[in-house]
């Protein structure tokens, strides 16, 4: 028995006709209905609550090397055209569910992006949205989370649940400010980041695999335990000593030639910092790995079947320990982010939940490297959206939108994660024989 055999299809039982296995589909409509809700919030606000004026899109900034000027839309008809466009894909993915077709990843992504535009025009009438600054913005936003999300899928695709990310940011974002600030060097700081992400990893690994504790429990316990020693040694040790200790450099910005150049986008995924660009190859070659490789093979087997794994020779214990530790090394790459690449310095609880944002994004994307990623990017979106319609004066309440990240997170699992199913043996130790 080779390992390949492992993703080998399943032989279909006698009887097992083609009739008797449609009848075994089933409609899942949380995705229908999820859109409806939206449509129909899109529509109360093209009518019961519409908004007249012209809403300006800026698409250059000030570092833009080509003016592509303003474009001025207008609201009301704007919101109205969207609001249709909205109704036809909630029609098409009803369409699709009662005739047991599959719904493309085109759709929901589409309909984001649509259902946005209309929201952003709707609270922007009488003002101007800067495009690349909203863009930058959410790119920056959604980097630790980003991070803090492959550790998560490449942790569970292990077998082990990682509820410690919050964890793995905090005493990162500690030790590259420490590290970075006595050396002088930011690539020492996110080494030891990498390090420090890395030993939270490691005492997950050893008590949920080696002596069998609860990992959810187990992962609790970290983000409450480093949560209050890094807040004990920010107050005892960098405040007394803050510019030996707290005072970190910062990662540049290296724009890349002539791609920088490229209107809006170019600024924003172009004119960055070296973790930026380290996540630009991180996420596809985690997918690339996952997926195509060997070692990917062996990692989601142990998390799938670990007695088949077991059975064919994978060691399974040691390569869930091994590659919870790589996990947790690329969430610390997002907790040097927060000192090393956006505050510049540490502060006790710098990451605010972000470790647990990142857990939804892992579940949001089906603990796929590439949707958690995306998921990732929705919810820095909107946590930048929230400022700038903050600064738009937009007529719904500032409370609300200090709460629209957090909807969006519910709203995201409740409405599309139930969809997915998470690796079989996630959360389940292995005991051999």
């Known amino acids: 028995m080779s390992i390949d055999s492992l993703n080998a299809p399943t032989a279909a039982a006698p009887g097992d006709s083609p009739v008797s296995r449609e009848k075994v589909r089933q409609r899942r409509w949380k995705l229908p209905i ?15 609550f519409g908004r007249h004026g012209v809403s300006t899109y800026r698409l250059s900034d000030r570092t833009s090397s080509v003016n ?3 474009i001025g839309v207008p609201t009301w008809a704007a919101v109205i ?3 249709l466009l909205l109704a036809l894909m909630t029609a098409y993915a009803f369409w699709a569910v ?11 992504v589409v309909y984001a992006l649509l259902a946005v535009f209309a929201f952003l025009t709707w609270s922007a009438a009488g003002g101007l949205v800067p495009v ?3 863009l930058f913005g959410a790119l920056s936003l959604s980097v630790p989370l980003v991070f803090g999300a492959l550790g998560g899928v490449l942790g569970e695709r292990a077998g082990v649940v990682n509820v410690a990310i919050e964890a793995q940011f905090l005493l990162a974002a500690f030790s590259s400010a420490v590290v970075a600030s006595v050396t002088g060097s930011y690539v020492a700081g996110l080494l030891a980041a990498m390090l420090a992400g890395a030993l ?6 050893a008590f949920a695999i080696k002596y069998l504790v609860d990992q959810v429990i187990v992962g609790v316990v970290l983000n409450v335990l480093i949560t209050g020693l890094t807040s004990f040694l920010h107050g005892a040790v ?7 200790l707290n005072s970190p450099p910062r990662f540049p910005r290296w724009p890349i030639p002539f791609l920088s150049d490229i209107p809006v986008i170019g600024p924003v995924i172009f004119n960055q910092t070296l973790i930026v660009y380290v996540m630009y190859i991180t996420v596809p070659l985690v997918a690339w790995g996952l997926y195509k490789t060997r070692w990917g093979l062996r990692l989601r087997a142990v998390g799938e079947h670990p007695q088949a794994a077991d059975t064919v020779g994978i060691k399974v214990n040691p390569t869930r320990f091994w590659n919870v530790l790589l996990a947790g090394a690329i969430a610390g790459i997002g907790g040097a982010y927060f000192t090393l690449g956006s505050v510049g310095s540490f502060d006790k609880e710098m990451t605010g939940g972000l470790g647990f944002i990142a857990l939804a ?7 796929d490297p590439v949707r958690a990623t995306l998921a990732a990017l929705l919810f820095g979106f909107t946590t930048n959206l929230e400022t700038l319609l903050t600064n738009l004066g937009s007529p719904i309440p500032s409370e609300f939108m200090a709460m629209l990240p957090y909807v969006v997170t519910i709203l995201a699992v409740v409405g599309f994660a139930g969809q997915v199913r998470g690796p079989a043996a996630a959360g389940k130790p292995y005991i051999k024989g």
């Open 81 to 83: 055209v969207c609001a």
């Open 361 to 367: 994004a892992v579940i949001f994307g089906g603990w």
């Open 68 to 70: 592509l000027g303003d």
């Open 200 to 205: 939270v990893a490691s005492v997950l690994a």
């Open 238 to 244: 960098l405040n007394p000593n803050a510019e030996a």
């Open 34 to 48: 999820s859109l409806a809700v939206a449509t129909v919030l899109v529509w109360i606000m093209a009518f019961p």
């Open 98 to 108: 009662s005739t047991y077709r599959r719904i493309g990843l085109w759709l929901p």
């Open 132 to 134: 690349t600054g909203l």
